[in-house]
């Protein structure tokens, strides 16, 4: 090896690694045929490969049970609290529609202005050129202004979000727990009360054959909680009494309970779906067809896809490996 290369070659390795090139992630799904680019970018992969992982990492845990809780997992609280505390200055309007309180444009307005602020305050000073591509997940992570509505769309820009956190280092493995029991719990919380005090439209929503009117993810990271359990069974989540009891340590049965909250009527009529998700024997099978169906209702349709934006953590680029 000539004495050049060996110095080139020493150079290299006390080279600084390089910082990548943040960039406001953009839309690139437009035509249907864009489809298959989806689903061999890396953005898919790593999006089905997060989702996948805390699957497994709440698997047979309670909500309530004891975990690691990091100052970033605190700081995320402490962004969705403040998100909480402006629903409550931005009180519904007086308007002759029932649905799609136009009050939501205003706070909408707010988020907007204040999201690249409020995410800098959740990463580290080193990192402060990720905010603004990191903001734009969080954005788009609470429905859509125009219209006001919110779809598992939205609420897969959440986990977006969240997967950029974990992919510039700011979470870290030993959060797991912590992202879905504290973190998209909360999340989940803000969503309700937004969905609730401003009635939004379901985005997209397929009516009665749709799992759920605005969620997913809750349904399979419930399932997998309630892996192995030793009394619950799939049969019993469209129990009452059942829910009442077990609703604070699962996050499947909040989701039933708050679905019985905002539906009237007999539950196989209202949320036929998942009356029939009540008949499979185990909550391993609950959660393998969870995870089957979320792939073809939510991340394999065109109209939840077409708005996902594509960036320097989340490539469009076709997966590398």
């Not at 609280?77 to 002759?96: F, G, H, K, M, S």
Request: charged residues 25%; contains cysteine.
């Amino acid at each position: 090896m000539a004495e050049s290369e060996r110095r080139a070659g020493a150079s290299e390795e006390v080279a600084p690694p390089v910082q990548p090139c943040f960039m406001v992630p953009k839309k690139e799904i437009n035509v249907v045929s864009d489809m298959a680019k989806w689903k061999r970018s890396q953005a898919y992969a790593d999006y089905m490969g997060f989702i996948l992982t805390l699957n497994e990492g709440v698997r047979g845990k309670k909500l309530t049970c004891e975990y690691k809780v990091s100052e970033p997992i605190e700081k995320l609280v402490a962004l969705l609290n403040t998100l909480d505390r402006w629903i409550d200055e931005t009180p519904p309007v007086d308007q002759p529609s029932r649905f799609g309180n136009k009050a939501f444009r205003t706070w909408y307005a707010k988020l907007d202005q204040e999201a690249e602020k409020l995410v800098s305050a959740v990463i580290p000073k080193h990192l402060a050129d990720a905010a603004p591509e990191v903001a734009v997940y969080l954005k788009e992570s609470v429905g859509n202004s125009t219209r006001i509505d919110y779809g598992t769309g939205h609420e897969a820009a959440f986990a977006a979000f969240l997967c950029c956190l974990c992919k510039i280092g700011v979470l870290r493995v030993d959060d797991q727990m912590a992202i879905v029991f504290k973190v998209f719990n909360r999340y989940l919380e803000v969503m309700r009360k937004l969905q609730k005090t401003y009635r939004m439209e379901p985005a997209g929503s397929q009516g009665v054959w749709g799992l759920d009117d605005f969620q997913f993810l809750p349904f399979i990271w419930g399932s997998s909680q309630l892996i192995d359990h030793p009394s619950l069974e799939p049969r019993h989540f469209v129990d009452e009494k059942v829910v009442n009891e077990n609703h604070k340590d699962f996050m499947f049965l909040e989701c039933i309970l708050f679905i019985t909250e905002m539906k009237t009527g007999p539950f196989a009529e209202h949320s036929n779906q998942l009356w029939n998700i009540s008949a499979v024997p185990s909550w391993s099978k609950v959660n393998q067809g969870l995870i089957r169906m979320y792939k073809a209702e939510c991340l394999e349709k065109f109209p939840v896809i077409q708005h996902f934006k594509f960036g320097s953590l989340l490539p469009i680029q076709p997966v590398t490996s």
